[in-house]
């Protein structure tokens, strides 16, 4: 299927994600033979780096996506350029021999001669440029006159790889390396990856196509986990692996992670097709991994679920990058289409009820991303946990339910005509303890709230709520408190109709 098809259909059939072409590289001056991996980089969204050679003379093209119908050429001889993720800082580098430039600037920032050539190298932060070289891993750092640190050895089973990939967790403490090599005998390519701890300067290979690695805070966590996602094609079939390689911060009796292992599909007429890229979207909590043949597939990061897969590409795409400003992916293909690929926010929740059947998953993915589509659901749930009298469980709910669509009066009464057992606070209040756990209550919430606070005498809650800005002060809610010492709450009662009013004169 070609990318017009797909965007049509997209458009016609209520797809999950959502598909266009950015840009046709040839149709902005690129010569098309220079369309590949060894002459064109793409470190983030936001530029293209093209080295062209034409009639001797090397020139660099760079792309800024944001105006991408006007190029920039520069006579720079180098054999390889990437431009920094955001600004415009180029490096320039030629066998072991390593330069750094502020473009707009015009200026030099520093340069550096390894002992051995760079084979791969990319930007891994906007601060740090990665080098790999035959025998080592590299980190060269933006900041003053630091020369480049050793980070890691390669590991033999990447000896006799071409590197595509170097990856590092956001906090720079794991690294994976990614090799591919052709099985003598086969048309199999391998994958080869070297997964590093710097903690524990420990590596350990992994056979694998693509990686990545992602945030993600588990149910009841205080703080992020660093996840590891792999995707391997071998012998045996093909999976995708999400593995917590640092677990977050979790109170006790919160559950980890786990490990997660989903089989990747790949069709009959592509059984020679393999995994080559993979992007997070920390933005959706999704995976998205592109192969070969030119398939995306679309992942749920936190159980390893495939929400779709379909081909977006009929040429090989050959170099990705996250495309932060919709949470998707960015790729280029060797016929010079910038394609981009994002999840459809419309569309993506009811797509996973109808089509994969999958209520916990649509349930979670609109509660954790705020997406509509799965009001029905909602309701049944907290119809059936109100029958049972699971008040915190149908609070709990409702206080999470995407775009507020639980959090209506209908659903207030419910909680204000539910018996109370003994002992345990009235169903009203556990709701709205949950709301204040979520955050600010809406003008309606407020003055729901401070009617049964008042006459349980605990007007010092108010007072205590109105100071953390919990309640939307509003004059309804001071009519509600107008008995209470008006200076207490002047915060709150600012702007009622008078002075006297104001004070319960």
């Not at 986990?225 to 009796?253: N, Y």
């Not at 292992?261 to 790949?266: C, H, K, L, V």
């Not at 393999?274 to 999704?286: E, L, T």
């Not at 002060?473 to 006297?500: F, N, P, W």
Request: glycine share 6%; with cysteine.
């Amino acid at each position: 299927m070609c990318s017009s098809d797909l965007s049509t259909m997209a458009q016609n059939q209520g797809l999950p994600i959502k598909f266009q072409e950015l840009v046709q590289l040839a149709n902005v001056g690129i010569n098309p033979q220079f369309i590949s991996f060894a002459n064109l980089t793409m470190e983030s969204d936001k530029y293209i780096c093209v080295r062209e050679e034409v009639n001797g003379q090397v020139q660099v093209v760079i792309i800024d996506m944001a105006n991408p119908t006007e190029p920039t050429r520069r006579p720079i001889t180098a054999e390889s350029a990437i431009m920094n993720p955001v600004s415009k800082v180029i490096a320039l580098k030629a066998g072991n021999y390593l330069q750094i430039f502020n473009m707009e600037m015009k200026s030099k920032m520093k340069s550096h001669q390894l002992q051995e050539p760079v084979v791969y190298w990319k930007w891994i932060s906007p601060a740090t440029v990665a080098l790999v070289t035959g025998g080592a891993v590299y980190h060269w750092s933006m900041e003053g006159q630091s020369e480049p640190v050793k980070m890691f050895d390669r590991h033999a089973t990447l000896n006799d790889t071409q590197i595509i990939n170097y990856k590092t967790s956001p906090d720079e403490k794991w690294m994976v390396l990614i090799g591919i090599k052709s099985e003598p005998g086969t048309n199999r390519i391998i994958g080869a990856m070297q997964l590093y701890s710097k903690d524990k300067n420990v590596s350990q290979p992994i056979e694998g196509h693509a990686a990545s690695f992602a945030q993600f805070t588990t149910e009841g966590a205080t703080s992020p986990s660093t996840l590891f996602c792999f995707a391997a094609k071998g012998a045996a079939g093909a999976k995708l692996h999400i593995i917590e390689v640092a677990p977050g911060a979790r109170p006790e009796g919160v559950a980890p992670f786990g490990k997660k292992n989903t089989d990747i599909y790949f069709p009959p007429e592509a059984a020679q097709d393999f995994p080559v890229a993979m992007q997070i979207s920390q933005k959706y909590n999704c995976a998205y991994m592109v192969t070969k043949f030119g398939y995306m597939h679309l992942y749920d990061l936190e159980t390893g679920t495939l929400i779709y897969m379909n081909r977006i590409s009929a040429e090989t795409i050959f170099v990705t990058a996250q495309h932060d400003a919709t949470g998707g992916i960015i790729g280029v293909n060797r016929k010079g289409q910038v394609l981009c690929v994002t999840v459809d926010e419309e569309n993506v929740v009811p797509y996973i009820c109808k089509q994969l059947n999958n209520a916990a998953l649509a349930l979670r993915m609109s509660v954790r991303n705020n997406l509509p589509g799965a009001e029905q659901l909602f309701a049944q749930q907290f119809n059936q946990l109100m029958s049972q009298n699971d008040f915190k469980g149908a609070a709990k709910l409702a206080a999470d339910s995407p775009q507020q669509v639980l959090r209506t009066p209908a659903t207030i009464q419910r909680f204000q005509q539910a018996p109370a057992a003994p002992g345990q606070p009235s169903p009203i209040l556990t709701y709205f303890g949950m709301l204040l756990e979520k955050g600010k209550l809406n003008a309606m919430e407020s003055i729901e709230l401070a009617k049964p606070v008042i006459q349980q005498g605990k007007q010092q809650l108010l007072q205590k709520w109105i100071g953390e800005d919990k309640l939307e002060c509003t004059e309804e809610l001071g009519d509600a408190i107008k008995m209470v010492d008006a200076l207490q709450y002047k915060g709150c009662l600012k702007g009622h109709r008078s002075e006297e009013r104001r004070v319960g004169k």
